[in-house]
């Protein structure tokens, strides 16, 4: 276990592929809306190619240090939630109000998988454990810090493919326009392999998430026009 864990990416250790095709779309989303808004107001020639740039790689570094920070109050939030739940089952008043709390925070995860009997033995021995156990620790911890990295890293490292015609181009519509078109690709190619992990269809999602990209296109558009 711990050779399979070393060979994993930095990312793969601290964020499940949810979250991982999350950052990315976000990231994906949000360069494409800067550079859209920022097309419509940039000078021509290549100092308008460079305030492009510049708009794309700020924006994500922003959003990416920001979407990291959001993750590490999450996961110190729902720390907190966990202990005040474990708090509350020490002191009920009774095992079956306790085993109770504890039903109705697991019955929903184990109803399909496990049967009303094991899942009932499942909770004493739940009850059991916590009775004589302390409680979470909320504060700050390592983990978080990294998967706070992690997201920031993809936020940012998801606008670089974007960003590449502004280097090449020295117009700024033409820039913009393959730098849509390959965001556009990667908006499918985002949501087909997520939908691998949703277990949907994966044309249909890649192709949902190329119909947001070219809503947002669309808007830039019609208010450029």
């Not at 109705?104 to 009303?116: N, R």
Request: glycine letters at 8%; hydrophobic letters at 50%.
């Amino acid at each position: 276990m711990n050779v399979v864990r070393k060979r994993e990416s930095f990312v793969h250790r601290h964020l499940d592929p949810a979250s991982r095709m999350g950052e990315i779309l976000f990231g994906l989303i949000m360069v494409l809306s800067i550079t859209l808004t920022a097309g419509l107001t940039v000078a021509e020639g290549p100092e308008g190619v460079r305030q492009l740039l510049i708009a794309a790689l700020g924006c994500n570094l922003a959003w990416g240090f920001i979407d990291g920070i959001m993750y590490v109050m999450n996961c110190m939030a729902e720390r907190s939630v966990r202990s005040r739940l474990i708090r509350a089952i020490q002191a009920a008043p009774s095992e079956d109000v306790a085993l109770d709390m504890i039903r109705s925070e697991l019955e929903p995860e184990l109803e399909s998988l496990v049967g009303p009997q094991d899942r009932q033995t499942f909770y004493r021995a739940t009850l059991k454990h916590l009775a004589g156990g302390g409680v979470l620790k909320t504060t700050l911890e390592k983990d978080d810090l990294y998967g706070g990295l992690a997201c920031f890293w993809l936020v940012f490292i998801s606008c670089l493919p974007v960003v590449a015609p502004f280097l090449i181009f020295s117009e700024p519509t033409r820039a913009l326009r393959v730098s849509n078109f390959i965001l556009l690709a990667l908006l499918f190619a985002v949501g087909y392999k997520w939908a691998a992990y949703a277990n949907a269809n994966r044309l249909l999602f890649g192709l949902a998430m190329v119909v947001i990209g070219l809503a947002l296109v669309g808007v830039a558009v019609l208010l450029e026009g």
